[in-house]
């Protein structure tokens, strides 16, 4: 599966789970900001950084959704794969 189509999977899942997402340039020489979740006026949001590559971006959004109750909403088998090993490599550490 290409990244392109993780990405798809991956704004389905946050759209089930009524999760925004905002991709734009985060860059400011002043101060750092970076990608994650955050609450908008009450609203659970995920900012992203443009300039972040797609694996990144993926990354990025894995992070978060992992945080959410996934038992209530479809999630391609991939993503449960992923989160899964993830969480169980941390629980070995």
């Known amino acids: 599966m ?3 189509s993780r990405l798809e999977d991956l704004k389905g899942v946050t759209d089930r789970l009524s ?3 905002i991709t734009d340039n985060l860059f400011d020489p002043e101060i750092t900001v970076q990608s994650g979740h955050c609450k908008i006026k009450g609203k659970n949001t ?3 950084d443009k300039l972040l590559s797609i694996e990144e971006q993926i ?3 894995l992070h978060v959704i992992n945080k959410f109750n996934l ?3 479809y999630v391609p088998l991939w993503i449960r794969e992923h989160l899964e090993t ?3 490599n941390k629980n070995n550490i």
Request: negative net charge; glycine residues 0%.
């Open 59 to 61: 990354e990025t959004i």
């Open 2 to 4: 290409d990244f392109d």
């Open 46 to 48: 995920i900012i992203i």
């Open 86 to 88: 993830n969480t169980t």
């Open 71 to 73: 038992e209530t909403v």
């Open 19 to 21: 999760i925004e997402i």
